[in-house]
């Protein structure tokens, strides 16, 4: 018997015995957030993907029992440039201030930031630029908003479901 057949077999004991320890899944129909938060985020394209993308991770809120308020930040800064000074790429850094809150006593439950950057292109036509700063928007609260979801994540299960 090779070694590799015997680290296999030890590595699926090991899974097995994983199963059977308790552990749920925390984006099961029994998590604490799943449908329970209402979310606010702000009225812009930046706002509607962040909104989007918590929806997708945490679903539409049923009977919401949190509100999570979330205000956006974005920068855009030269990320480089030519010997003639011009910009041929810009990073794009945002933040993502969130406070949770319950819904029935407006206590906060946890709040916190969260940032990240993301960048594009300016070497095309003025659309292409334009399109590229527009996707680069998007990604950047898409990455926003999953890393938000990492944070929420931490605090459900201190919370009753």
């Known amino acids: 018997m ?3 057949r015997i680290s296999r077999r030890i590595a699926m004991l090991g899974l097995l015995a994983l199963g059977g ?15 329970a938060i209402a979310f ?13 993308r918590l929806e ?14 979330v205000t956006l930040s974005e920068q855009r800064s030269p990320a480089a440039i030519t010997a003639a000074g011009d910009t041929t790429r810009f990073n794009v850094l945002g933040a993502a201030e ?7 006593t407006d206590a906060e439950i946890g ?3 969260v940032a990240t950057f993301t960048s594009y292109a300016a070497t095309g036509s003025t659309v292409a630029t334009q399109a590229a700063a527009t996707d680069a928007t998007a990604r950047l609260a ?4 999953d890393m938000l979801v990492s944070r929420l994540l931490i605090l459900s299960p201190d919370l009753t479901p």
């Not at 997708?56 to 809120?61: D, I, M, N, S, V």
């Not at 898409?142 to 908003?145: G, I, K, R, S």
């Open 142 to 145: 898409v990455a926003l908003a």
């Open 98 to 104: 969130w406070t949770l809150i319950a819904a029935d």
């Open 40 to 52: 606010e985020t702000p009225q812009s394209v930046a706002g509607f993907r962040l909104r989007e």
């Open 56 to 69: 997708y991770r945490l679903g539409q809120p049923g009977a919401p029992r949190y509100v999570l308020r």
């Open 111 to 113: 709040a916190g930031e």
């Open 2 to 4: 090779s070694s590799k």
């Open 21 to 35: 320890c308790g552990f749920a899944p925390i984006y099961g129909d029994g998590g604490a957030f799943r449908g």
